[in-house]
Each structure stands twice: as structure tokens, then as C-alpha cells.
């Protein structure tokens, strides 16, 4: 989820480049139509879902490559916590969504500069700096770390 949009036309509906996604997740064609109407709902934004990409909101954007990206299954996550995520509203039922993801992750990877996520999902923090490790260990002390 470092990209949520990777792969995605801005020439194709939002249903189509889910179904192109799914597709090539090699998700069996039988999941597909309730796989997408998940993600339909998800992303609530009604009519332009079926309308190409490229009329759509940069907000309406983040919420369609969001709701596909959440709903595929990931036995490893990467993520960059910082990605935009549309609206304020929006922005609160991707969080919960977000934690059921964390939650459930065999591994996950994550970028982020809000403390008390961290603390709610990692076990071990990793600092960087200048593009070198400064710091790796438990998660509260890297959280101090980083903070001094």
C-alpha cells in the first residue's frame, strides 16, 4: 500500500480497473462482482464509479485506490501511513478499517510519524536517518527516540 493507486488507468472506470486488478491478483471470477461492490461501497462515491479516473477528484481518487487496496488479502503490509486519504469523514472510517488490517497482518511494515498508532500496532520501531538506521528496538523507545 506504499502506491495505493500503482497500476490504475486514468482512462478506465473505477470498476473496471478493480476488476483488472482483481483479475490480476488472480482472485477467482466468482468473488469478483462482490469483491467490487465492497469496494463500491466503501469508496461512496456514488455514479463516478463508473466514470474514467481521470474525472474524477484527486479525493474520489484516494478513495477508490484506498477501498480496492484494503479489501484485496495481504499476508504482508507495507505502509505508508502518510498517503492522503479525501475527506475528514473518510478519513475516519479508513483509520478503523486501517487498524483491522494492522491487526490482523502476519507482518506489517509501516511509516509513520503518529506516536500513539505506532504504539497501538508496532511491537518494534526502526529509526532512520539520513538514510541509515539511528535507532532499532522496542517501539516506545524508538517513539523517544525519534522524538528527541
Not at 500503482?6 to 480497473?17: D, G, H, K, R, T
Not at 483509520?95 to 511491537?123: F, G, M, P, W
Request: aromatic share 6%.
Amino acid at each position: 500500500m506504499l502506491d495505493p493507486s500503482f497500476a490504475m488507468s486514468e482512462v478506465l472506470s473505477p470498476l473496471e480497473n478493480c476488476r483488472t486488478r482483481l483479475i490480476l491478483e488472480g482472485i477467482a471470477a466468482s468473488n469478483i462482482p462482490k469483491i467490487i461492490r465492497d469496494i463500491e461501497t466503501f469508496a461512496e462515491i456514488g455514479d463516478q464509479f463508473r466514470h474514467p479516473m481521470n474525472t474524477l477528484s484527486s479525493g474520489m481518487w484516494a478513495r477508490v485506490s484506498f477501498s480496492l487496496m484494503t479489501t484485496l488479502p495481504h499476508e504482508i503490509l507495507l505502509i505508508d501511513e502518510g498517503f492522503g486519504l479525501a475527506d475528514n469523514s473518510f478519513r475516519v472510517k479508513a483509520r478503523t478499517r486501517l487498524l483491522e488490517l494492522y491487526n490482523s497482518a502476519d507482518c506489517l511494515i509501516l511509516a509513520s510519524h503518529d506516536s500513539s498508532l505506532l504504539r497501538s500496532v508496532c511491537q518494534r520501531g526502526i529509526v532512520l536517518k539520513d538514510r541509515d538506521v539511528a535507532f532499532d528496538g522496542a517501539i516506545d523507545e524508538a517513539v523517544m527516540f525519534h522524538e528527541v
